[in-house]
C-alpha cells in the first residue's frame, strides 16, 4: 500500500546521489511530501512538492498514481528516475504528459562572481525600485497568478519570513519582476523568477536574479537554480551557473 511516510529520510537511500534541492527539502522534512510502499523501508518513493514528483526506486504506477491524487491540477512536473520510470509515467498518463528537456546546473558556491553579481544588480533604470519580499508583497502575490509561485509553497508569511527569501522590482509601487525562493531545504533555497509580460526583454529579471543571490551568499544559503527551457539556462549563465546537464521530465495536465 502506498502511504506518506512519517519519517521521509527512511527513503534516502532511494534518493542517493540526486543534487535535486525540492528532494531534499521533502527528505528533511522542511517542506513538501514523501510518499512509498513501505513505512520503514520503502522499495519505492516519490517526493512531492509544489508542482513537482520526482520518482525513485521500483517503479510503480500505482505510486505515480498516488503522488497526483487531489484536485485537477493544470500543469505538472513529473520526474523519473531512469527510464524504467520514464516509461511507467508514459504508461500511466498518456497523452496527458509530455516529455521535455530540463536543464540542471552546478550546485557550486565557489562559481559565482561577486563583483559581476554587484555590477548586474545595480543596473536597475531609476523608474523601478527594488526591495525585498516582506508581508505586504506576500500577501500581494498570492492574489496574482503571474508571480504566486513566488510564494506559494509557504502556508504563510511566517513559514516564508522563516525558510525563504525574496526581492521584488516595482515600478509605480506595483510588482513587475521578482526573484524568490520556490522552496526552501537547510542551506538555501530554489530559486524562481518571473516577470510581468509587458516588461520582459529589459533585463528585470538578470537585476533581481543577481541580487537574490548576493542577498542569499551574504546568509550563508546557496541559490540552486534548475532551468525549464533554454532561455532560463541563458540567464544562469548570465548569473555565473555552471551547466551540469540536461535531463527528461513531463509536463502534464488535468490529472
Not at 4 to 28: H, N, V, Y
Not at 136 to 149: M, P
Not at 236 to 253: D, I, N
Request: glycine residues 10%.
Amino acid at each position: 500500500m502506498i502511504e506518506k511516510l512519517k519519517d521521509p529520510s527512511r527513503a534516502g537511500e532511494l534518493f542517493k546521489g540526486w543534487q535535486e534541492t525540492m528532494i531534499w527539502s521533502c527528505l528533511q522534512n522542511v517542506m513538501g511530501e514523501i510518499y512509498g510502499d513501505h513505512p520503514e523501508h520503502p522499495s519505492c518513493a516519490a517526493a512531492v512538492l509544489g508542482d513537482f514528483s520526482f520518482f525513485a526506486g521500483e517503479p510503480r504506477e500505482d505510486l505515480i498514481r498516488c503522488s497526483l491524487q487531489g484536485p485537477v491540477m493544470e500543469f505538472r512536473i513529473l520526474v523519473p528516475q531512469n527510464k524504467a520510470w520514464a516509461g511507467m509515467i508514459e504508461q500511466c498518463c498518456g497523452e496527458k504528459a509530455e516529455q521535455v528537456t530540463r536543464y540542471a546546473f552546478r550546485k557550486d558556491p565557489g562559481t559565482f562572481e561577486r563583483k559581476n553579481l554587484e555590477i548586474l544588480a545595480k543596473a536597475l533604470p531609476p523608474e523601478y525600485s527594488l526591495q525585498m519580499l516582506d508581508e505586504e508583497l506576500y500577501d500581494w502575490c498570492r492574489c496574482r497568478e503571474w508571480c504566486r509561485d513566488w510564494v506559494s509553497q509557504y502556508a504563510d508569511y511566517k513559514a516564508f519570513k522563516k525558510h525563504g527569501l525574496g526581492v521584488v522590482i516595482t515600478k509605480d509601487g506595483v510588482p513587475v519582476s521578482g526573484a524568490s525562493s520556490y522552496s526552501s531545504y537547510r542551506g538555501g533555497i530554489e530559486i524562481e523568477i518571473d516577470t510581468k509580460e509587458e516588461y520582459r526583454r529589459r533585463g528585470l529579471a538578470r537585476i533581481c536574479g543577481a541580487r537574490l543571490i548576493l542577498e542569499c551568499l551574504d546568509r550563508g544559503l546557496y541559490p540552486s537554480w534548475d532551468a525549464q527551457n533554454p532561455g532560463s539556462a541563458a540567464l544562469a549563465k548570465q548569473l555565473g551557473y555552471r551547466m551540469e546537464g540536461t535531463y527528461t521530465a513531463y509536463e502534464a495536465g488535468g490529472l
